[in-house]
C-alpha cells in the first residue's frame, strides 16, 4: 500500500489561500487518499515550522506572502527558478534535504500559453510595477526568450534594483504611456486594482497609464485575479487589446507542486476554474 501523503500551504495570513481548494479538487478527481490543508505561521516561528515538516509528517507544500523569501533561504537545494527570483513557493523534502522552487514564473506562462497562445511571438515587453511578483514574471518573460524588457514602477528605485539584477532596462513611471507604443506585452504587476486593497478606495474604475499610443495586437495581462476583470483589463480591452485574466496564473502554478508531492501531473480544466470562480462569486 502506498504511503500517505500529506502537504500544506504556509502564509500569514492564509486563511484567503485558495490553493486548499485546488489541490483538494485534484486530490478527489485522482482519486488520491494524501491530504493538504493550509497552517497559518507567524514570521517568527517560520524557521521552526520548516525545520520540523518531516516530524509532523509533512512531505512538502506551499509557500506564500510573506515567507517566500525566507522559504528559499532556508532550502538546501533551490532550483534554477528559485535561485533567479530568489524566493519559492513551493517545497518538498527528498531523503530528508528539502528542495525548494517557484512556480509563479511556470503558472504566469502556462496561462498565457491557454489563453493567448500568440504570446510566444512577443518580442518585447512592459512590466508595471516592481514588488515581489514582478520578479517572477520578468524571469517567467526570459525563459520564453522576450529579450526587450521594460520596468516601470512608482518608486524608481526598485524598479532600477529589478533591472540590474535581470539585466533589463528600468524606465521612470511617466514614461509608460510612451512605452505601451514599442511593446508586445503589458504586464500589470501592481497591487493597484486589486479587490479589497488599502488603494481601492471603490471610487475610481480607472487605471492610471494610457493606452492612446498602443500598437494593433498588443496583449495585456494582469496577475491580479480577484476582481477577474480589472481596472487595467478593463481599460485595455476598452482600447482593442487582447487581455488575459491572472486566474490561471493561480491554478497552473499549483501543478509542479502537486505533482512532486503525490505523483500525478494534474490537469487545469473549466470544471476547476469554475470551482474557484464559484468561491470568488464571480459566477
Ligand atoms: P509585493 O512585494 O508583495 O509584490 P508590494 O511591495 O506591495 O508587494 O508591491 C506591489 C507593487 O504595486 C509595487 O510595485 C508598488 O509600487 P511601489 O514599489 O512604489 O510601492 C505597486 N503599487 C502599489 N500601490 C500603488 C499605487 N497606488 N500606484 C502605483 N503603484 C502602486
Not at 145 to 171: K, M, P
Request: with cysteine; charged share 25%.
Amino acid at each position: 500500500m502506498a504511503e500517505l501523503r500529506h502537504a500544506f500551504v504556509t502564509g500569514y495570513p492564509v486563511k484567503h489561500s485558495r490553493s486548499p481548494l485546488i489541490h483538494g479538487f485534484w486530490l478527489d478527481r485522482y482519486k488520491i487518499e494524501g491530504s493538504y490543508r493550509a497552517i497559518e505561521v507567524k514570521p517568527e516561528d517560520f524557521e521552526d515550522f520548516i525545520k520540523g515538516l518531516e516530524k509532523q509528517g509533512l512531505c512538502g507544500g506551499n509557500v506564500t506572502i510573506p515567507h517566500k523569501e525566507a522559504a528559499f533561504k532556508l532550502s538546501a537545494k533551490p532550483d534554477a527558478a528559485a535561485q533567479a527570483i530568489g524566493a519559492a513557493n513551493t517545497l518538498w523534502l527528498e531523503n530528508g534535504v528539502l528542495h525548494a522552487s517557484n512556480s509563479d514564473a511556470y503558472g504566469f506562462a502556462a496561462n498565457l500559453d491557454d489563453l493567448v497562445p500568440e504570446w510566444t511571438h512577443a518580442g518585447s515587453a512592459l512590466v508595471l510595477g516592481a514588488g515581489g511578483a514582478s520578479r517572477a514574471i520578468i524571469h517567467a518573460l526570459k525563459m520564453r526568450g522576450i529579450t526587450d524588457i521594460h520596468i516601470v514602477n512608482r518608486t524608481h528605485a526598485r524598479a532600477c534594483e529589478l533591472a540590474e539584477h535581470f539585466g533589463v532596462s528600468a524606465q521612470p513611471w511617466h514614461k509608460a504611456d510612451d512605452l505601451v507604443g514599442d511593446v508586445d506585452l503589458i504586464i500589470n504587476t501592481t497591487s493597484l486594482g486589486m479587490s479589497g486593497h488599502e488603494d481601492d478606495h471603490g471610487e475610481s474604475d480607472d487605471f492610471p497609464l494610457s493606452f492612446d499610443k498602443v500598437r494593433p495586437g498588443t496583449i495585456a495581462t494582469d496577475i491580479i485575479y480577484v476582481p477577474l476583470q480589472t481596472p487595467f483589463l478593463k481599460k485595455a480591452a476598452k482600447f482593442g487589446l487582447k487581455t488575459a485574466d491572472g486566474l490561471g496564473m493561480l491554478l497552473h502554478q499549483a501543478v509542479p507542486g502537486f505533482e512532486r508531492w503525490f505523483g500525478i501531473r494534474p490537469q487545469v480544466d473549466e470544471e476547476l476554474r469554475a470551482l474557484i470562480l464559484k468561491d470568488m462569486n464571480e459566477i
